[in-house]
């Protein structure tokens, strides 16, 4: 079951952005079951909380004479905790350790190719 932007609450456009973006965290997150939903749907909830509204906390910089303001954006919402979250629903690991292979290495010397009757 999908999560819309209406299992979120708030902001509609606000909402539709967190969940593009939670969707290229976690590709997962439309095919899972529902307690897998339900679980997304509170992290999401969660980062909504944390997002302050434009014009006050989201305020990253501003400009007296060219009047201009910057703010934050909206992967800022994400912090470590929510992505790993969100990773997790998805059977992902986000550590360097994990059960993937760290690269691979040949069987042969690289030498032996240069110089091969040296190396017979």
């Known amino acids: 079951m999908a999560i819309t932007p209406n299992d979120l ?3 509609e456009n606000t909402a539709r952005r967190v969940l593009v973006l ?4 976690a590709p997962c997150i439309d095919s899972l079951d529902s307690e897998g939903t339900a679980n997304a ?3 999401l909830k969660g980062v909504l909380d944390e997002l302050p509204a434009a014009g ?3 305020t990253r910089s501003l400009s007296r004479n060219g009047t201009s303001m ?3 954006d909206i992967t ?3 912090d470590d905790d929510a992505r790993q979250a ?3 629903l998805c059977g992902a690991t986000s550590t360097a350790h994990g059960d993937i292979p760290a690269g691979h290495f ?3 010397r690289p030498v032996s190719a240069l110089w091969s009757e040296t190396y017979r």
């Open 56 to 58: 006050s906390r989201r």
């Open 106 to 108: 040949p069987t042969e």
């Open 76 to 78: 800022s919402a994400f």
């Open 86 to 88: 969100l990773q997790s």
């Open 41 to 43: 749907v509170a992290i």
């Open 22 to 25: 939670a969707r290229s965290i």
């Open 70 to 72: 910057t703010f934050a």
């Open 9 to 11: 609450g708030g902001d």
